[in-house]
């Protein structure tokens, strides 16, 4: 006899439902489970009569495990999303053993996001929270990233009334325009959920600056983290340093993703050797295409994989600034050939093991590389003043006299990238 399923599904129909006559002929058979544990409304339309009846219904559901409600808002008003988003989440805050939300490709955005703010500020039960192309931008993703830092709070306080509370495990808000305005809120909620096992934050226009802040003094915390993709964001040496300092403290991490965030050549080299330090041991893939790496810092990867990192199996590395007969390519094949031979066991995913295709590589360009150090040198410059300037305010000193500031703002202006 097969098994009862616990899971309730409308996913893709396609269904446009408006009022509660809509919605009650799709959902009899999710009144009558008591014991469901999973719901699945992606790919529908809901409008706001027909979530107050599926909020009802939910309401009534102690087990459910899992929300995916994923794109139900397709075609719908700008004044609908809020209440109809409202009615759902507000039923769901109810639910004791729900720890899974996933609310992926709905357009939120700042008119929207009361309603997903206020749940996300006091659902305690939540540890894996998907929330991937909603369109935020960097203002609401400073409100969903206080609403975490807030949720951190009432997680704290029901472990101190003697409840069972789990961790956060799980942040996924990628393509969402949060940019460098948003990273000083997401730095601190990740400093506060430190049980962090899953970021993924990817081709948010985050560049260097915002980089570094997310990592040095948000993500560093997350010392169990085991999956971090910051893929299609910008590094450049800024970022790749913060990643260099914060990677070694990151012992259970799996997977790295830094593709195409221009990490440059030195960079690059920065990154590996970080990762060569052995801190490490449990990586297993590893995303490096399209950031400029140059032979040098493809070099120091390969040692870092031979000598550091005994895990690693996946290395993804096209669009890069080397050949493919480089010497180091030669050694990388040969040495994840071995360990898929040692280690993959009788069934074997191709796709896990090995150099991803490397035909797009281009070669290095003297020009290029002049360019890149002059911004280097001033980004390096810039760095050291601001954190003088920083150093010089903690300090009582005497007010300079006008052409004293007058010549620290022309040379801060110089190094301007």
């Known amino acids: 006899m097969a098994p009862k399923t616990k899971i309730f599904s409308l996913e893709g129909k396609g269904l446009k439902l408006d009022t509660k006559e809509d919605v009650e002929v799709h959902i009899k058979a999710l009144r009558e ?37 994923a794109d139900i808002f397709t075609g719908r008003l700008l004044n609908e999303i809020p209440q109809a988003l409202s009615h759902l989440l507000t039923s769901l805050l109810t639910l004791p053993n729900l720890h899974t939300v996933n609310l992926n490709d709905n357009a939120f955005g700042l008119n929207t996001q009361a309603p997903l703010v206020a749940f996300l500020s006091s659902h305690v039960p939540l540890q894996h929270l998907i929330l991937n192309n909603n369109g935020l931008g960097p203002h609401a993703g400073i409100l969903i990233a206080d609403a975490l830092s807030a949720l951190h709070a009432k997680k704290e306080e029901a ?80 970022g790749a340093k913060a ?59 390969t040692n870092a994989a031979k000598k550091a990192l005994p895990a690693l199996k996946k290395i993804e590395l096209n669009g890069n600034k080397f050949s493919e007969e480089d010497q180091s390519i030669m050694i990388l094949r040969e040495l994840l050939e071995e360990r898929k031979e040692k280690l993959a066991g009788e069934v074997i995913m191709e796709d896990d093991w090995g150099l991803d295709s490397l035909s797009d590589l281009e070669d290095e360009s003297d020009e290029e590389s002049e360019e890149e150090e002059e911004e280097e040198e001033a980004e390096e410059l810039r760095e050291k003043l601001l954190e003088e300037a920083e150093e010089a305010q903690e300090q009582p000193v005497a007010q300079e006299d006008d052409s004293e500031v007058d010549a620290v703002a022309a040379k801060l202006a110089k190094t301007e990238i």
């Not at 393509?175 to 081709?203: I, P």
């Open 159 to 238: 472990r101190k009334a003697g409840k069972q509370v789990p961790d956060l495990e799980t942040v996924i808000c990628g393509r969402n325009r949060l940019e460098n305005g948003s990273m000083t809120a997401w730095a601190k909620a990740y400093s506060l959920h430190t049980g962090v096992k899953e970021v993924k934050m990817v081709q948010n226009g985050i560049r260097q600056e915002g980089i570094s802040h997310l990592l040095t003094d948000g993500l560093r915390h997350a010392r169990g983290i085991r999956v971090l993709d910051l893929q299609d964001n910008t590094f450049t040496i800024l």
């Open 243 to 301: 990643l260099a300092t914060v990677a070694p403290g990151w012992t259970e991490i799996q997977e790295l993703g830094v593709g195409d965030s221009l990490l440059s050549a030195k960079g690059g080299v920065a990154v590996a050797n970080a990762l060569a330090k052995g801190g490490n041991k449990k990586l297993e893939t590893l995303r490096l295409q399209y950031n400029d790496i140059t032979a040098k810092g493809l070099e120091a990867f």
């Open 33 to 69: 489970m008591d014991d469901v544990e999973e719901i699945r409304l992606l790919g529908n339309t809901l409008g706001v009569e027909a979530c107050k009846v599926l909020g009802e219904v939910l309401e009534t559901k102690k087990l459910l495990q899992i929300a995916n409600l």
